[in-house]
């Protein structure tokens, strides 16, 4: 959901993270920083690296994706994670949570925000 | 933007976010988790520099007590072998403190006595420890316990609590 100036809200962010992993990891598989900066591309840029390395690492917990070593030529070797079968369940279930919520919430938000009282609380 | 080759203090400011990350996980991540997690997150910051250049790539990553926490979150090891080691030397501590207040106490008694020309020993637990000492009359020469199976038995029972407490707790939360 974007705020006036553009910028999204962390908690939010936060929340939808996996979804947003899983779902680009099932285009196609990918490493750490490559996820980082197409999230970026999408507009996603308070994305901090920091915060999807280890939600890579949850998934790769929960089983939701495997991983291989890949040679580059930076030196390092790069992580790349590609989704498992549960993982691609668990993209289905959590679209369909995502849909629901979002049809759930759409009537509350389309109805236009009443005029502030007079004395309205801070 | 591509900054191309990493020069020797790109690589020096990775290496020290990479070691930030390190210093929070050593004891208590088992090792070859460590090693994985920091063998990923320095080639995802050097791919990162090369584009951004390495201090946009160590700030992108946040704070890296956050990071580090995150990472403990996921994959804690069921002992905490750096907080079993603090408590094993607190209770080391504590009982030297205790030791030496005994001791300070006994010599009070012993100059208060009016005691002439011998040295005085007292014991708890002889053979045993933890508190032992000898002082003599004068109070020019004095010993005090270091070390015993008592304070063998109580830095272990300290260091398997330290260790383990947080696994125990967890455990029961879930």
Sequence with gaps: MAQENGAHDSQLLKGVLS?????????????????????HELGLTEVQDGSVYPALGRLERDAHVTSRLVASSSGAARKYY??????????????????????????????????KPKEALP | MNQGALTKKD?????????????????RVPRARRRQILNELRSNLIEAAEQVGSQQAVRQLGDLKALA??????????????AGSFWAFITYMAIQVLGLALFIAFRAGVAAGGAHGASY????????????????ASGNTFEVLIGSPAHILFVLVAFMIGSSYRTVFARRRT
């Design chain 2, 69 to 82: 926490n995150s990472y403990l979150e996921l994959y804690r090891g069921r002992f905490d072998i750096r």
């Design chain 2, 11 to 27: 690589r020096a400011r990775i290496e020290i976010a990479v070691r930030t990350v390190d210093w929070h996980l050593d004891g």
């Design chain 1, 82 to 115: 590609r989704l498992s079968a549960a993982g691609y369940a668990a993209l289905e279930h959590i679209e369909l949570a995502w849909q629901s919520l979002v049809r759930a919430l759409a009537p509350i938000l389309s109805t236009p925000v009443p005029a």
């Design chain 1, 19 to 39: 979804l947003a992993l899983l779902r680009l990891l099932a285009e196609r598989e990918s490493y750490g920083y490559e996820l980082v900066t197409r999230l």
């Design chain 2, 121 to 136: 020993s007292f014991e708890f637990w002889p053979g045993f420890g933890p508190f032992a000492g000898t002082v003599s």
